[in-house]
């Protein structure tokens, strides 16, 4: 058999066990359970049942494994998986107690657990080996993301676009990478992977061995069953949980939790949008400029928690690069902090909120006060292009052009940046200098190309261009009126 059979194989198996498993919440239709409830549920079965397929299990106390779940007689079974539950909270390894944590059932009907239970169980494991389980289970998240009446999707970023921009900022075994906002860890395993691929286990010395599994990759999520669905994520692709270390920790990154997230190399996240609820400001005291916008607070995060050369990718909506006061503020420092080089506007649909207009900032923090923001270029992959979301896909062969556009250029330096070719105003990719973007109020939302839908481009680029042509007249008068004054000298 071929590879290219192989592989057409193994994924057709993966789809296979993901249908059928999204299929068994229609079992628990008549529990009232919801879709994002079902993926709880079912990551605390699957865990169990993964744990014997990986041979993991000797993180799970004997008497509560999956063997034993399935042997227990249907009337009772109901009853021990709750004990179960109960008991994982503070038995096992770190990260059995972590998942199982807090951890309830919706499921009120003994023969519900029992149809799930023997659903899981009958499923053909033995060929789904394991570097696919992982890819079982992020198939879910996707089906429940996909899903609005979920709610999910606010938690899970569209893998292409993930996938799009590990591969732009490269990744590497030296790197402490972060997501301070990691919902379902996607950033992370998409990181790690970009690793395996690039740098083979087999080559690696102790020291890299060691370092990969303790101090490699770091994160935080506030949402509780949403951290549940990370954990599970993230030890189905092989990446290390500890409470003192490594992994996606519970937690706040706007409280003082956040600031025991250690100094990245590579901070690569999307974060929550919109405002603090009740308008309250961040606990934490270490952000210059406080606001209850998450967004904001979030970017000042970012920037200030990288390592001096480190490099980022954050995804933002767009009123992140046009609002004013504390956003012109937080903007001009970011830009005085870092090297902001590249913004890509990205096309609409293709988050939860099908209204919010969203972006990527690209960024690498000054190791000196030279190392700033001299200019930015702007990726415009949003005029004249289709609304994304279920109808039509965004995939990654979307982002081909503009990472061809981008280059070679993880860091931004000065010497990739003038490799990139400005496209002029009725191309994709233009460059603005940093003299350019004060004079329009470190106003970054940057738009020239029109759809064909509109027959203006946004006002403020239009008063830019204005200012640039008014400044130019008024240095031709100025030149005028030098050679004039001279010739009534003479």
């Not at 034993?68 to 179960?84: C, F, H, Q, S, W």
């Not at 899970?156 to 790197?175: A, C, E, Q, W």
């Not at 000042?300 to 480190?310: K, M, N, T």
């Amino acid at each position: 058999m071929s590879l290219a059979k192989a592989s057409a194989n193994m994924d057709n198996l993966t789809n296979d066990i993901i249908a059928k498993l999204w299929n068994l919440c229609n079992v628990l239709k008549d529990d009232g359970v919801t879709y994002h409830q079902y993926v709880t549920e079912l990551t605390y079965l699957l865990f169990l049942k993964m744990a014997k397929e990986t041979g993991t299990e000797d993180q799970i106390p004997a008497g509560h494994r999956w063997d034993k779940l399935v042997a227990t007689p249907k009337p009772d079974r109901l009853e021990a998986y709750k004990i179960t539950l109960i008991h994982l909270e503070t038995h096992g390894s770190p990260i059995v107690r972590e998942i199982f944590s807090q951890a309830s059932s919706f499921i009120r009907k003994p023969a519900t657990l029992s149809t799930l239970v023997e659903g899981i169980d009958k499923l053909d494991w033995y060929h789904a080996r394991r570097e696919n389980l992982g890819s079982i289970y992020e198939g879910l998240l996707e089906k429940n993301a996909s899903e609005k009446k979920s709610g999910a999707g606010q938690y899970f970023t569209v893998r292409s676009l993930i996938d799009s921009l590990v591969t732009l900022l490269k990744p590497s075994l030296d790197d402490v990478i972060q997501d301070p906002a990691a919902g379902t860890g996607g950033f992370l395993i998409a990181a790690n992977q970009y690793i395996l691929e690039h740098n083979p286990p087999e080559n690696w010395s102790p020291a890299q061995q060691e370092k990969y599994r303790s101090n490699t990759f770091y994160g935080m999520e506030h949402v509780h069953d949403t951290h549940r669905l990370a954990l599970m994520n993230l030890f189905l692709h092989g990446i290390a949980y500890s409470p003192d270390g490594g992994g996606v920790h519970y937690g706040d990154t706007l409280s003082a939790a956040g600031q025991k997230l250690p100094e990245a190399t590579l901070i690569l996240s999307n974060p929550p949008f919109g405002s603090k609820k009740g308008g309250g400001l961040p606990e934490r005291t270490d952000l210059p400029y406080p606001t209850s916008n998450k967004q904001f607070c979030f970017l000042q995060h970012i920037y200030r928690g990288l390592a001096p050369g480190g490099r980022a990718a954050v995804v933002l909506p767009d009123n992140a690069l046009f609002e004013g006061n504390v956003g012109r503020q937080i903007r001009t420092d970011l830009m005085a902090t870092c090297n902001l080089h590249t913004i890509l506007r990205l096309p609409t649909g293709i988050f939860y909120a099908q209204g919010v207009k969203t972006c990527v900032l690209f960024f690498t923090r000054g190791k000196t006060d030279l190392d700033t923001t001299r200019e930015v270029w702007v990726y415009d992959l949003r005029a004249n292009m289709p609304q994304y979301g279920k109808r039509t896909q965004l995939t990654r062969a979307h982002f081909a052009d503009f990472e061809t556009a981008f280059g070679n250029n993880p860091f931004g330096s000065p010497e990739a940046l003038a490799q990139r070719q400005d496209t002029g105003p009725t191309g994709r990719f233009r460059r603005f200098s940093r003299e350019w973007i004060a004079r329009n109020n470190d106003n970054l939302n940057i738009s020239w190309l029109k759809d064909e839908d509109s027959e203006l481009p946004e006002p403020h680029l239009i008063a830019g261009e204005l200012m640039e042509e008014l400044e130019g007249a008024l240095e031709e008068l100025r030149g005028m009126m030098e050679e004039l004054g001279e010739e009534v000298d003479a």
